[in-house]
């Protein structure tokens, strides 16, 4: 067991470096001179010389990726081009906010999955499926965007119910109520968003259980049909709905880009696109680092997971 | 096997496609619809018999506008596609046919690629080109080949094994004239089915990345762009952002359904949808022996099961279960873009 993981991990640094490196030659390829953020028109030559030198723009290139992984590893992921703030401080601040956003919504979406997958694969072909599995299709093909958009419009302009952007209202920064009221578009954008994808994973989890001999035993005893959905089916359908749960990690820090972007909420998408369009590149390479480490931490745990629920695979 | 057109909702994702590449490409035959006249005058009017879907901010006819900015959207969604086959048979074709090193460095550039969020990836991608159609076309497919070349990488594997193919190489048939040859044909109806779902994708992709205003740029309009604008008048305009919303659904749907219609074609004993069992292998890393991987292995040396029956006589156990993999995570893969993950 230990072993198994241990092996795991060792293979996963390697990998780890590489993203760095990958992150880094794609920001240095970038048709810009990170300088140039930094400096005013008005500045004289020698001006925009000592800046790029003390930002250490004239190194090897080799020189300032070391620097730059050392610096990660310390937990310095730089400054802004633009507003000069800390990125850590900002990611800091940035990062309970979306995990707020992201992890009840996944789990939620998660949770309603496996009752309706497990329904929809054991009554395949019948309405209940035609009616689940048609609504996955149409999900599937539904950008997030769009239905955000739809839920802004109804509860937000035509109802007046909840508020359409951010987090607070100016001045009600302490308020759970107000907190809870801004909250409640983006969640339901997000389950409808993880939901379509979830359930068909379950679904045809469930179809492939359904078939097999232990089921045939089971209804050949007599069981009943809830009896086998619940008790037997549904135990070997979460094996392989664990390894999405590892999976799911880096959703916890850039799954909401498009959703925190329409609602304003301010989390690491939002951040992430506003420092693509003003072409922020340490804030972007930060982002891409972190999300890059996050899915190979992600895969990682999920394997971990899987060994820990299916024995069968350290023994291979 | 299935009849085509008893399957409703297949004839209907057919003739919608048919459809609206067909409005798409002779939209221009219409005289009075121009979607660059500009009507300050009767600007933000709502739907009304001279303006089907009303007018925009600038008084622009919207129908009009929507017609011709699906012109943009499928024509990323298809050149996209194109772009993203060619790389991905490229890429799968070479390292299964010469497999060894060349499969193996492939192999990781398809496990990095995949390993980081395709969004992120993509925008990233996007500050290197300069902005332009062209340039998002080539981010789509340089961000969405990896499905393919694992797929035709499979399939290429298992039609190697076959005896014409052995023989050409025995007779001394140079590698490129077997790969295009003798190969490219068995893995042709693959490669089709696979095409169809990479299009929604691209679709999607590119919607999404109008939106946050980093894909299609003014004065050009896709669908996603017509929706990042109707967003500043949703509120006194909600009908401008109902409209490309609903095509784009309807097409992404289509060309997902298409896909899965041509898959039964393509592999008649399969009944579609009865042969996915999950298997995430999305995002898998750098490693081959991935527990997923493994315990599939261990799986198909079951006795026999439902996997068993497709597997034809000449593929080892182990690639048939591999190829199985890939293909459903590559469907979900392609399936998941432009969603939020």
Redesign the interface.
């Known amino acids: 067991m230990a072993k198994y993981i241990a092996k795991r991990i060792l293979k996963a640094v390697p990998l780890l470096l590489l993203i760095t490196v990958i992150c880094f030659v794609l920001m240095k390829l970038a048709p810009y001179d990170a300088v140039d953020a930094l400096t005013r028109p008005d500045m004289s030559q020698a001006e925009i010389d000592r800046i790029r030198e003390s930002y250490g723009l004239n190194d090897p290139v080799a020189v300032q990726y070391l620097r730059w992984l050392n610096n990660l590893l310390h937990g310095n992921f730089g400054y802004s081009l633009l507003s000069h703030t800390s990125i850590k401080y900002d990611l800091l601040i940035r990062i309970p906010n979306t995990i707020l956003l992201m992890l009840p919504s996944y789990l939620t979406a998660y949770l309603l999955s496996i009752p309706l997958g497990l329904l929809a694969g054991s009554r395949r072909g019948k309405w209940p499926d035609k009616l689940i599995d048609g609504f996955c299709s149409i999900g599937i093909a539904t950008p997030t965007f769009w239905f955000a958009m739809l839920l802004i419009y109804a509860f937000g302009y035509r109802m007046k119910l909840l508020p359409i952007l951010g987090m607070h209202t100016v001045g009600m920064e302490k308020s759970l109520p107000d907190l809870l009221r801004h909250f409640l578009l983006p969640y339901l954008v997000l389950i409808f968003s993880f939901l379509p994808d979830l359930t068909r994973f379950v679904r045809s989890s469930a179809i492939g259980q359904w078939k097999e001999d232990y089921v045939l035993v089971q209804k050949a005893f007599g069981a009943g049909r809830s009896e086998i959905l619940f008790r037997h089916v549904a135990r070997n359908v979460l094996i392989p709905l664990i390894t999405k749960l590892g999976m799911a990690l880096p959703l916890l820090v850039t799954g909401a880009v498009i959703t925190e972007t329409v609602f304003s909420w301010p989390g690491i998408g939002s951040y992430f696109v506003k420092a693509v369009q003003a072409m922020d590149y340490p804030i972007v390479m930060s982002v891409l680092v972190l999300s890059g480490s996050l899915v190979i931490l992600g895969n990682l745990l999920s394997d971990i997971l899987y060994s820990i629920v299916d024995p069968r695979i350290r023994s291979t | 096997m299935l009849e085509f057109c008893s399957d409703r909702q297949a004839a209907f994702a057919a003739s919608y496609l048919l459809l609206i590449f067909l409005i798409s490409i002779l939209v221009f035959l219409f005289r009075g619809l121009d979607p660059d006249k500009i009507d300050v005058l009767h600007k933000l009017q709502p739907p009304s018999p001279l303006h089907w879907f009303g007018t925009d901010n600038m008084g622009r006819d919207y129908f009009a506008r929507v017609l011709y900015g699906g012109q943009v959207s499928l024509l990323v969604g298809v050149l996209a596609m194109l772009c993203s086959v060619l790389i991905g048979v490229t890429v799968g074709m070479l390292s299964g046919y010469f497999g060894g090193l060349i499969d193996g460095f492939f192999m990781r550039l398809v496990?990095?690629f995949l390993?980081?969020?395709w969004?992120?990836?993509v925008?990233?991608?996007?500050?290197?080109f300069?902005k332009g159609l062209l340039s998002i076309i080539l981010v789509i497919g340089i961000f969405s080949w990896m499905d393919i070349a694992r797929i035709v990488r499979s399939e290429v594997l298992a039609v190697k094994g076959r005896e014409y193919v052995q023989y050409a190489d025995f007779i001394g048939i140079p590698p490129l004239s077997v790969m295009t040859g003798h190969i490219l044909p068995a893995v042709f109806s693959t490669i089709i089915t696979a095409s169809t779902s990479t299009i929604?994708g691209a679709i999607?992709t590119e919607?999404?990345l109008s939106?946050?205003?980093?894909g299609v740029q003014q004065p050009m309009s896709s669908w996603?762009s017509l929706?990042q604008q109707?967003?500043k008048y949703?509120?006194n305009a909600?009908y401008m952002?109902l409209l490309p919303?609903i095509l784009?659904?309807?097409t992404?749907?289509s060309f997902?359904?298409l896909g899965d219609i041509l898959r039964v074609f393509a592999e008649p004993r399969v009944r579609a949808?009865?042969e996915?069992?999950?298997?995430?292998a999305?995002?898998?890393?750098?490693?081959e022996e991935?527990?997923?991987e493994?315990?599939g292995?261990?799986r198909a040396e079951n006795p026999p099961?439902?996997d068993k029956e497709r597997e034809e006589a000449e593929i080892p156990v182990r690639e048939a279960s591999e190829r199985k993999e890939t293909e459903?995570s590559a469907r979900?893969a392609s399936?998941?873009r432009?969603?939020?993950?």
């Open positions: 496990d990095i390993s980081i969020p969004l992120i990836m925008t990233v991608f996007g500050l290197l300069k929604a999607m919607s999404a939106f946050l205003g980093l996603g929706l109707s967003q949703l509120q909600p952002a919303g784009i659904i309807l992404v749907y997902n359904k949808g009865e996915d069992m999950p298997r995430e999305g995002g898998k890393s750098g490693n991935t527990a997923q493994k315990c292995e261990g099961r439902k459903i979900e399936e998941k432009g969603k939020d993950e």
